[in-house]
């Protein structure tokens, strides 16, 4: 018997084609997101912990410095401020002081916050 | 079948097989670079890591210095670090306190790339304990192997901060004070988007003039 393929045939075997080919394609950009997403982790984790080094060159003082979303688009705020360290008996510790350094992954809604505690001689 | 089936059957089978190969190959191409993209990341973050974790933990005594040298052969930037026993050792201990350590970012002149070198050695006991200056230090660790720590750096960037003048420079070389940052900027894949790592190191201060 000399027939060919039915119209059904043709467009169920190019239907299962589409699909393979789109999920893997789904799958290569699944992966490219996931190494992208892994630089942003690591590039945001570096700058917190330099923002955190930066902070323990300078005579602790009060303040909040922002630092503009970069490439990542991730912001980071740095906040020194004076620690409440109490030692018993109640007696608060003078010059300890608290510095936190808060990454905000504006894409993401995701934070990431680093602190750090130093002294300061007077 | 006539053989103008045979051949449009084969055509399509030619374009089918031929588009099944362009996509697994692109998939493998990115498997292949997300891998190696991984792999660079995770050694240019263990050396700066480790850089930290030692430069924090850089002994009250210890002195060092950071400038380039180019002595016709090899580029390279070099850091001197002495009286720093137990700086940058992680397999085994400090083999004197004299010993002097070597970390150098020096470009092939090959390709041009750059390469984290590790060199530690004791000098001899004559060898003096104020001497920095990077060719007779070089002369006298010639013949100890450097030990790559990470290759096919395509640029590398170092700042030192000077607390006391409150700015930032390119080179340190007065061992007799030590930066309160050092910046170091690695650039490892120069593509339309090129990756990097920029780490600043904080060096604990110490009052005074730090003596031998």
């Known amino acids: 018997m000399n027939r060919g393929f039915m119209l059904l045939e043709v467009v169920l075997a190019l239907s299962i084609f589409v699909v393979a080919v789109v999920g893997l394609v789904k799958s290569l950009n699944a992966g490219l997101t996931a190494d992208y997403q892994q630089q942003r982790l690591t590039t945001m984790r570096l700058n917190l912990q330099s923002l955190l ?8 003082v009060e303040s909040s410095t922002e630092v503009p979303a970069d490439l990542f688009h991730v912001s980071y705020r740095r906040e020194i401020k004076p620690a409440d360290v109490r030692i018993s008996g109640g007696t608060n510790l003078p010059n300890i002081f608290k510095i936190t350094v808060t990454a905000q992954d504006t894409q993401r809604d995701n934070r990431v916050i680093g602190t750090l505690w130093t002294y300061a001689s007077p | 079948m006539t053989l103008i089936e045979v051949m449009v059957a084969l055509g399509v089978l030619v374009i089918l097989v031929g588009g099944i190969f362009m996509v697994v190959q692109t998939a493998l191409k990115t498997v292949l670079l997300i891998d190696t993209r991984a792999s660079r990341e995770d050694e240019i973050t263990n050396l700066t890591d480790i850089l930290r974790s030692n430069f924090r933990n850089l002994p009250s005594r210890a002195h060092l210095t950071a400038v380039p040298v180019t002595d016709g052969k090899v580029p390279e930037f070099l850091f001197i670090v002495r009286n720093a026993p137990g700086f940058l050792t992680w397999l085994s201990a400090a083999e004197s306190e004299n010993e002097i350590v070597l970390l150098a970012f020096r470009q092939d002149s090959a ?7 590790l060199k530690r050695f004791v000098p001899a006991a004559n060898f003096p304990r104020e001497e920095f200056d990077p060719k007779a230090i070089l002369k006298a660790a010639a013949g100890i192997p450097w ?31 030590r930066p309160a940052l050092i910046e170091l900027t ?3 894949e120069h593509t339309k988007d090129p990756r990097s790592s920029a780490a600043v190191f904080w060096i604990p201060p110490v009052k005074g003039v730090a003596k031998t």
């Open chain 1, 53 to 60: 080094d930066e902070a323990l060159a300078e005579p602790p």
């Open chain 2, 111 to 117: 390709d041009g790339h750059w390469r984290a070198c």
């Open chain 2, 147 to 177: 030990l790559e720590l990470v290759a096919d750096i395509e640029r590398v960037g170092i700042r030192f901060f000077d607390g006391n003048r409150r700015e930032w420079q390119d080179t340190w070389t007065d061992w007799r004070l």
């Open chain 2, 186 to 188: 690695l650039i490892y």
